[in-house]
C-alpha cells in the first residue's frame, strides 16, 4: 500500500532525506518549503511527486510528517497540529538537533490520530539549502530517534524502515540524553569556534597578516564556525541551559591552564596535555562515536598537474573509498600536503602501503 510522506523544508537536511525516501517505490512525497525555486528544483529531478504551500492541506494528505525545520518553526508546526482536521493516522518526526522543546510540544499532543517519534540525524555540512543536499550525505551516520511518551516501538520501527535507503545507524535515546550529549560533542564546540573566529578577528587589528597565516589546524579547528547563523542562533537558545553550565565548565578550565602558565608549572602543564592527547587518540579507536570517525592520512605532493589525480587514481585501482580530500598548505612550486579520509583503519593502512610501494612520503594519523 503506498504511503503519502509530507517533508517540510527542503534544505540540506530535509532535501537529503527526500533524496532517500523518494527512492522507495510505495512512496508518494510531498514537499513544502517557502523557496519555490527549491520546490522546483525537487520537481524537476524526481525528488517530490508534488509541490505544496499550504500546511493544513497537505498535511491531512499525509501519513507521515516529516519536520526538516528550524527547531522554534518545529514547535510551531507541533502547535498547529492538535488543531488540524485529520481522517487517519498520522506519524510525524523532525531533524532538530535540540529536542527538549519539541518532545514537550509533542508529549502535549492529545488528538488520538497523531503520533511522534522525535529524529536528529548527526550529518551535516557547512553549506545550506537545497542544492547542498546529497543523498548520501546520512551513510553510516549516527540517526537518533527520541520517541514521545506516547508513541510505540511499531512506530519507531516504521520510521527506520521508510528512512532505510539513507543507511543511517538509528540508536535510540531520551530527550536529556540525547540533548547533554549532543551539547558537549556538537553545539559547545560550535560556540568555541566561533569565539575563536572573533579572537582572531581582533588581533588582526594588530596584525594584519594574520588572516594569511590562519589556514591549516586553525581553518581546521574552526571549520564548523562557517555553519548557518540563524540556525545555530535557535540551537544556542533551545539549548541554553546545558550551554550555560558548560561554559561556566569552560571558564573553570580554562582558569586552571591559566594558573599553569602563570605559575610556571611545566609538569602539570605536560600532564594536562598529555591527558588531553591520549583521551583524543583513544575517541575513533575504541568507538566511532556520534559524530563518525575518520581514518587520515597525510600525504606529500608537488604543486604540478595531475599530482592530485596521480594519488587517487592509484587508491581506486585498489577499490579503496575516498571519503573526504583536503588540500593543506599549498604554495606555488613547493611540496604541499594531501589529507585523505576513509571510514575505516583497515582502507587507511592499506592506502598507506599502498602509496608507499609507489614512492610516496606517506603520514598515518593515529
Known sequence: MKQTVLIIGLGLIGGSIAMNVSKKEDVFVIGMDGDEAALNMALKQGVIDQASFNFSKAVVEADVCILATPISVTIDFLHQLENVELTKPLLVTDVSSVKNQVLKAADRLTHPLLSFVGGHPMAGSHKQGYTAAKPHLFENAIYVLTPALNSTKAEADRLKDLLSETNARFLTFSTSEHDEMTAVISHFPHLIASSLVHQAKVWQETHPYIEHLAAGGFKDITRIASSNPKLWQDIFFQNRDLLIAMLEDWINEMDKVRTFLKEEAEEETYEYLKEAKLYRDGLPVKEKGAIPAFYDIYVDIHDQPGAIHDVIGLLAA??????????????????????????TSEEQKLSHKVLQEKKYEVMVQQ
Open 318 to 343: 585498489e577499490g579503496i573509498s575516498i571519503k573526504n580530500i583536503q588540500i593543506l598548505e599549498i604554495r606555488e612550486g613547493i611540496t604541499g600536503v594531501l589529507r585523505v579520509s576513509f571510514a
